[in-house]
């Protein structure tokens, strides 16, 4: 169950610090609306390390994707992100 606290439980750091386990962050609330999240380093740590492998492969399997498919020109990959953000 995830431990949840409304930012004002700050006042008592050492006691939010405490329920931080690894695996189990503490969240806390602005408002009732969830803002942020307390850690464990290591917690931290693996997901940045995922987070870098998911993108490596996202970029693998476009690399793949271009031999097999072909690559498409500087103009037409700015186009494509154009639509997209518009």
Request: aromatic share 10%.
């Amino acid at each position: 169950m995830p431990k949840i606290k409304s930012i004002s439980s700050l006042r008592n750091y050492q006691k939010v610090l405490e329920d931080v386990q690894t695996g189990q962050p503490v969240f806390l609330t602005k408002n009732g609306t969830g803002r942020y999240a307390v850690v464990e380093i290591d917690d931290y740590s693996m997901l940045v390390e995922k987070s870098w492998q998911r993108l490596f492969g996202e970029l693998r399997s476009a690399r793949d994707q271009a031999d097999t498919e072909g690559w498409i020109s500087q103009e037409e990959f700015d186009s494509r992100m154009d639509a997209l953000t518009a």
